[in-house]
Structure formats: structure tokens, C-alpha cells
């Protein structure tokens, strides 16, 4: 019973951490976090995503990617999660959110000008 219970709390550590993190959240160097952040908002975008596909990426080399997959391994997570239904629905909800704010907010810099 103590075991099933251990995993349970375990289970809601992991899906609050992957639906509250934010990227800018976590403690990645500057060059790292820039790489990321126009197309990760959430953990949850990290640890669905794979070592290959960040490596693909532009601003991304292989010192950043292992930042990031140390990191992932410290909190007790590893790309290419497999996340229960509900976990992604909440983290693409979150993403949304976080994507309509940072076009909102870049209009209304842009009409302060």
C-alpha cells in the first residue's frame, strides 16, 4: 500500500512539474534558453520532443542539448515521454494560453511605439 502510494505522489510530481513549468523557469544558460524559446513555452514541450529533433534545430548545438537532457534527468525526466492523455491536453491548453499572452503583449508594444 505505502509503495502504490509513493508512486502516486510521484505520478502528481511529475504532471506539476510538466504543466507549470515554464521554460524561462528553469535554470538554463542564456544561449540555451534563447535556442528554446520561441518554440517551447512548458516542460511538457521539452520531454515530448527528442535529443534529434533539438539537435535539428538552428540555434541548438550539442552542448546546449546535453544542458537540457541533464537537467531533464535531475528533475526525473527523459526526452520522449510518453505523457498520459490528460497531461498533454492540460500542457497544450497551457501552451495556447502562453502563446495568445505573447501575441498580445507584442501588439500592444508594438501600438505603444
Known amino acids: 500500500m505505502t509503495k502504490q502510494i509513493e508512486?502516486?505522489?510521484?505520478?502528481?510530481?511529475?504532471k506539476t512539474l510538466i504543466y507549470f513549468?515554464?521554460?524561462q523557469d528553469l535554470e538554463l544558460s542564456t544561449?540555451?534558453?534563447?535556442?528554446?524559446?520561441?518554440?517551447?513555452?512548458?516542460l511538457s514541450d521539452?520531454?515530448?520532443?527528442?535529443?534529434?529533433?533539438l539537435l535539428k534545430m538552428t540555434n541548438l548545438g550539442k552542448m546546449s542539448v546535453d544542458e537540457i537532457e541533464n537537467l531533464l534527468k535531475s528533475l526525473g525526466l527523459e526526452f520522449e515521454m510518453k505523457l498520459p492523455d490528460e497531461v498533454f491536453m492540460k500542457a497544450e491548453r497551457l501552451k495556447n494560453k502562453a502563446?495568445?499572452?505573447?501575441?498580445?503583449?507584442?501588439?500592444?508594444?508594438?501600438?505603444?511605439?
Open 7 to 14: 508512486q502516486t505522489e510521484e505520478l502528481q510530481r511529475l
Open 21 to 23: 513549468v515554464r521554460i
Open 31 to 42: 544561449r540555451t534558453y534563447n535556442g528554446l524559446r520561441n518554440d517551447f513555452f512548458r
Open 46 to 53: 521539452l520531454v515530448t520532443s527528442s535529443r534529434r529533433s
Open 99 to 113: 502563446e495568445q499572452e505573447w501575441r498580445h503583449r507584442r501588439r500592444m508594444f508594438r501600438g505603444s511605439k
